[in-house]
């Protein structure tokens, strides 16, 4: 059935789908409609489930952990500040192996105060052992969430699926909502075989000695690997069952490309726009998605991109002192295997938009450079 | 690919039309996005929302900064700021207003006007109150008019499943909308 609905709702409607037990979330803008709406699925009764107020993100992170520890399909959303707030917990998340999934929709850190999007928040929270998935579209939104328990439940680990404040979040579009009997049949019920069980007594969690501590974090890293591998069996999988098909990277364009565009997030949908644009003038520009930041996908990134001549990778976040985050990432998984300039453009931070002009800019810019003379360039600033 | 622009002030449904829009355009099995402008909106402070309407899917995800049409739900609001900012030539304006489109002159040559008077048939509709009617359902009554991209069917339909109250006085109040845009 397909319906006109925001960004938001297509996380609820997902996790209403996923038949979560147990949500636990602390409004923030923009993610508010998001429990707004479970909350009232859960009061009409629609999903049987768990609506658990909290006084916090991180006691909404701490519900989770409980509920999942419990065998609970366990849910929350958040944004910015409020999922830094979790940052403890995250790690407590994936170090205990709980498959909790978290919608986080991006809004840049304060301050100075701000709710418009950028990548800041996520991203800083790259190596707490959390996948990490960026959705363009809010039917893409609605799917990561259910294929989102299928991988977070095989391997054991967390799964953040990540959407642009405003451009999706508050963005209506038309929406397939897939039949029950279908996310059923695809997302079985989850059987934790590591619940608590009072009749069979564990500790969880205890004191770990040098010993045996490093012997857990190479067996969450197996876990992260063999995500990877899940991710890309379920594509054809969740494919064959709904119709839609979401790798690690969607590339656009890119085999005869001679630039190449790394993009995220809705910035990405527009920047596929842009290739069509450039192409109607006769230029070879393609553009790779990153959709996966965590298990990073280093064969596809280095097979998407092995036939560009120039590399643009555009980060709507920076670590400061350094690039971008997207272009540390990506020019890691190159070194060794690739002599491609990569030149990296920092735009949209904090909700400014990044507009197809935008693209048309930083390739006019590019095509004048051999390689880049700085370690980043900022696009569309007040001098 | 279509792009429309609304004005409206916070608390006259303007987000809300946009949605109920993109609904009924979706209902043609066209591909549609709308949104507002990304603010923190207050009630009676200008208010934007946005919609485009293609064939095909749409991936511009940018603000609509020259807009094809623009929809004026608050006339008090062509006093107080441009609504023709960046309204590509051949633009259609569509006011809601009791007053005949050749008083809007002052518009600018470039566009065309047509007017309707939402206020008035939404508070014989009883949508709303008389000090603040909510027009926003009589106002897309009046956008299959003058469009082409969606059918009176689709909107009342859209306006029936998008209401949280009163379905057929706001189905009503589209309908009479639809019969009295003055212009075309």
Request: glycine letters at 6%; one cysteine or more.
């Amino acid at each position: 059935m397909k319906k006109v609905m925001m960004g938001n709702h297509a996380i609820s409607y997902g996790a209403t789908l996923a038949r979560v037990q147990v949500i636990a979330a602390y409004p923030i803008t923009p993610q508010t409609q998001v429990v707004e709406l479970l909350s009232e699925i859960v009061a009409d009764q629609k999903l049987k489930a768990e609506f658990i107020k909290v006084e916090s993100e991180h006691s909404a992170m701490a519900a989770c952990i409980g509920a999942s520890s419990a065998g609970a399909r366990a849910f929350t959303a958040t944004s910015a500040q409020g999922l830094a707030l979790m940052h403890e917990l995250l790690h407590w998340a994936a170090g205990a192996r709980l498959p909790i999934v978290m919608a986080n929709i991006n809004r840049a850190m304060a301050p100075p105060w701000t709710i418009w999007t950028d990548q800041n928040d996520s991203l800083s929270q790259r190596d707490t052992g959390w996948m990490q998935i960026y959705c363009q579209s809010n039917q893409e939104v609605l799917d990561s969430v259910i294929m989102a328990y299928k991988v977070a439940e095989k391997v054991l680990m967390p799964v953040m699926i990540v959407l642009d404040a405003f451009s999706l979040s508050h963005t209506y579009e038309s929406v397939d909502i897939p039949d029950q009997a279908l996310v059923d049949k695809y997302l079985p019920a989850f059987d934790y075989k590591y619940k608590l069980d009072v009749k069979n007594p564990h500790t969880y969690g205890g004191l770990t000695t040098p010993d045996w501590y490093m012997e857990f974090r190479i067996k969450m890293h197996e876990a992260m690997e063999q995500a990877l591998v899940e991710i890309k069996k379920e594509a054809p999988v969740f494919q064959k069952v709904f119709g839609r098909f979401y790798d690690t990277v969607d590339p656009y364009m890119v085999d005869d490309a001679e630039t190449v565009l790394v993009t995220s997030g809705t910035a990405a949908s527009t920047a596929r726009f842009a290739v069509d644009q450039l192409r109607a003038e006769g230029k070879k520009v393609g553009n790779l998605r990153m959709r996966v930041l965590r298990p990073f996908p280093f064969a596809d990134v280095r097979q998407q991109l092995k036939n560009a001549k120039k590399i643009i990778i555009v980060d709507r976040d920076i670590s400061y002192g350094y690039h971008g985050i997207w272009a540390q990432e990506v020019k890691s998984a190159l070194y060794g295997h690739s002599q491609v300039p990569v030149f990296n453009f920092i735009a949209g931070l904090g909700g400014r938009d990044i507009f197809p002009e935008t693209y048309y800019n930083i390739i006019a810019l590019v095509e004048k450079k051999d390689k880049p003379d700085q370690e980043l360039y900022w696009v569309e600033v007040k001098k | 690919m279509v792009e429309i622009r609304f004005h409206g002030r916070g608390g006259q449904g303007t987000v809300i039309a946009g949605k109920i829009l993109a609904d009924a355009v979706s209902k043609e099995d066209k591909y549609v996005q709308a949104f507002p402008q990304f603010g923190v909106e207050r009630r009676g402070a200008p208010v934007f929302a946005f919609i485009r309407i293609d064939e095909k899917p749409i991936y511009i995800r940018s603000k609509i900064v020259l807009p094809q049409h623009v929809i004026v739900v608050d006339p008090s609001l062509i006093d107080a700021i441009d609504v023709t900012e960046g309204l590509k030539k051949g633009g259609f304006i569509l006011i809601n207003s009791s007053r005949h489109p050749d008083e809007f002159q002052n518009l600018g040559k470039d566009f065309r006007v047509f007017t309707v008077d939402a206020n008035d048939i939404a508070i014989r509709h009883r949508l709303g109150s008389k000090a603040a009617p909510i027009v926003n359902t009589a106002i897309l009554g009046a956008v299959p008019r003058i469009f082409d991209f969606v059918k009176l069917a689709s909107i009342v339909q859209s306006v029936r499943e998008g209401v949280p109250v009163n379905p057929d006085e706001n189905a009503a109040a589209a309908q009479e909308a639809y019969d009295s845009v003055i212009g075309v």
